[in-house]
């Protein structure tokens, strides 16, 4: 009987030690603590698991373009939030909020909230 719960702790220590391993903290790519704002046009929209990415193109005050690699939620947890692969489309005008990354040249940004200007389509929020 003791072998058994032994075997047992075991087995549920690698097991749930396994999935809280196996997510990235985002305090480690992002300034949790900052957010900025980035607007231009939607160059991509990878509808994905484990995280989606928005591709998006913005001019800097220079007037050159830096894309702006966008980090969102899984798919399965975008289509809870009645996000599909098809409600962003190239060329759709963006404005992006989120915790800028914590390598400048990167141009990375987690998603807080996304707006299209165009039909007012908005989504906002924080998903893990």
């Known amino acids: 009987m003791k072998r058994t719960l032994i075997v047992l702790a075991i087995a549920i220590a690698l097991v749930t030690g396994?999935?809280?391993?196996?997510h990235h903290s985002f305090a480690a790519t992002?300034?949790?603590d900052q957010e900025i704002t980035v607007e231009g046009?939607?160059?991509q929209f990878m509808f994905r698991n484990p995280h989606s990415f928005v591709k998006v193109d913005?001019?800097?005050d220079k007037g050159q373009i830096q894309t702006w690699a966008v980090e969102w939620g899984g798919g399965a947890q975008l289509t809870q939030a009645h996000v599909t692969r098809d409600t962003?489309?190239?060329?759709d005008h963006v404005i992006v909020t989120g915790n800028p990354g914590r390598d400048p040249a990167e141009h990375r940004i987690r998603l807080h909230k996304i707006v299209r200007p165009s039909d007012g389509w908005t989504w906002e929020g924080v998903i893990m």
């Open 18 to 22: 396994g999935r809280a391993y196996a």
């Open 41 to 43: 046009t939607l160059t």
């Open 30 to 32: 992002y300034f949790v």
């Open 58 to 60: 913005v001019k800097d």
């Open 88 to 91: 962003l489309k190239p060329g």
